[in-house]
Structures are given as C-alpha cells and as structure tokens.
C-alpha cells in the first residue's frame, strides 16, 4: 500500500528527502490521478521548493521512472558480476531477482509505481524507452556468450521473455494479497520456467 500523504504543519519539520518526497508523490498520484498532480502540489505536500524537486528528479515523470532506472544499474551490475561461467540463463534469472530485491529494499514504494503505470496513457507512452534499457541490458550480457551475431536473435528472445514474466508477476502482485517475498519467490518461478524453455534455443546457438 501507498504511504500517507505528507504535509507541512506548524513545527513539523519538511520532508526534505528524496526518499520521503517520492513516497509522498507517489501517494498523491495514486490518490488523485498522476494527471491531476502537480509538481507544485508535490513540492506543497512535502515541504520543499520546485528546485529541489526538480534537483531530485529533473522532472515529474523522473518521480516514476529514476528508481527504475537505478533497478535497471542494479542488474547491469548483477550481470557483470556474472560467476556462472557456462550457465549464462541461470546468471540472467538471478541478476533479474537480485536487482528486484535490492530494488524493492531500497524503497517502501518501489512496486507502487506501477500501479500508475497501468492505468495512466501519459506515463505509458514513455514506458518503451525504459523497458528496452532494462531489456537492453539482458541483450548486451548475452551478447557474445550465446549470440556470435550481431543481430543477437537468441538474446533478445531471452530478453524479451524474462520481460513478459517481470511484467506479469508486477500486476500479478497489484491484483493479491502476496507481500513483497511473495512477489520475488513467483518472479524466481517464473523466470526459471522461461529460461528452462529457452535453454534449447541458446544451446543451439552457442554451437
């Protein structure tokens, strides 16, 4: 669930965190519609000045869309760190869940936002751009170890399934009553479902 809405009081010190101004953006967005949020209502909420704001997140889509693009560093660093030598899907499936836990520890609101992603036409159009880095990311790992072509046909078949199961799991985790270990044991699943599926294809491309 979403955080209570801040708001600046006598004696109550700002929320001035950059932690604390997402919750609270997030909760009025949620609350009112991301439409009818302004950054000025935002600033209002969380006691700070549009500069800060725009400090913080360079602009109001940034509020959605910087911790995501910081999940997305996460699982570049996961794949880089990869140690499974000749698994390559196995290292993609826990880089996958990796970045997703770190990313859901260092945000109490981390998977709200996607709640506004699904139901807001103004934050999905700009949603290809960010998914395709997350997607990218996958595809620049496996580059090499399992595609010697450039057109890295096996790897963006990974890439674009282990999408569609993050996707899934997302909106499986909006519609019950799971907490946030529930939603990495049904990614760890489902992920290790794909990657068992697509394994023939990627032995064959190594060969």
């Not at 929320?15 to 967005?29: G, N, P, Q």
């Not at 910081?70 to 899907?89: R, V």
């Not at 990614?187 to 290790?192: E, M, P, R, S």
Request: one cysteine or more.
């Amino acid at each position: 669930m979403a955080a209570a809405i801040g708001s600046r009081g006598p004696g109550r010190p700002p929320a001035a965190s950059r932690e604390a101004v997402e919750r609270i953006a997030l909760s009025l967005m949620l609350r009112d519609g991301y439409d009818a949020v302004s950054v000025d209502a935002i600033a209002d909420a969380a006691g700070i000045s549009r500069t800060t704001f725009f400090r913080y997140f360079g602009s109001k889509p940034g509020v959605v869309w910087a911790p995501f693009d910081a999940t997305i560093a996460w699982l570049q660093d996961g794949l880089g760190a990869d140690d499974t030598g000749s698994e390559p899907l196995r290292a993609v499936r826990e880089a996958v869940v990796s970045s997703t836990r770190l990313a859901i520890a260092s945000s109490d609101v981390w998977l709200e936002r996607f709640q506004l992603l699904d139901t807001h036409p103004s934050l999905r159009s700009g949603a290809h751009e960010h998914w395709e880095k997350w997607r990218q990311a996958i595809v620049d790992h496996l580059r090499g170890s399992v595609d010697d072509r450039p057109d890295t046909t096996a790897s963006m078949a990974v890439a674009g399934a282990c999408h569609g199961v993050f996707l899934a799991e997302l909106r499986h985790w909006q519609n019950s009553d799971d907490d946030r270990d529930g939603l990495l044991r049904r990614l760890d699943h489902g992920l290790a479902q794909v990657c068992t599926a697509l394994a023939p294809l990627v032995a064959t491309t190594r060969r």
